[in-house]
């Protein structure tokens, strides 16, 4: 059973970078897509970024492309979600997530979900 742990939140000012990580354990992390998702106060959880499992393809939700960047390091199990030029409206709790197939996933596929990591943007 995979479990996933987010580190890297904060409290940033606009225009700041963070980096957020998720660290992988117990399941074969090396052979599935990875996720990261946010949800923000009084607003439904929406997909951020997704990579493949050899960091070959990456997605990403048009609200962050240009801004943000996806990576892994499988030999660490860990994904990364590089945060650039953050806005207020990125303020949210960041979940790192796996699907619950090594095919490309959709989104219902991430069904595996770390506790999350609070970003707060103050303009």
């Known amino acids: 059973q995979v479990q996933l742990e987010e580190s890297g939140g904060g409290l940033v000012q606009a225009g700041d970078s963070l980096r957020l990580s998720c660290a992988a354990s117990g399941g074969t992390f090396r052979l599935y897509y990875m996720g990261w998702f946010r949800q923000a106060p009084g607003k439904e959880r929406e997909f951020v970024a997704a990579?493949?499992?050899?960091?070959?393809?990456?997605e990403f939700a048009d609200s962050v492309k240009g801004r943000f960047t996806i990576s892994r390091d499988n030999a660490k199990n860990t994904v990364y979600l590089q945060m650039n030029s953050l806005k207020p409206e990125d303020t949210a709790v960041y979940y790192c997530a796996a699907p619950i197939t090594p095919n490309i996933p959709s989104r219902s596929d991430y069904k595996k979900w770390g506790r999350g990591t609070q970003v707060t943007v103050s303009s």
């Open positions: 990579i493949s499992w050899n960091g070959g393809t990456v």
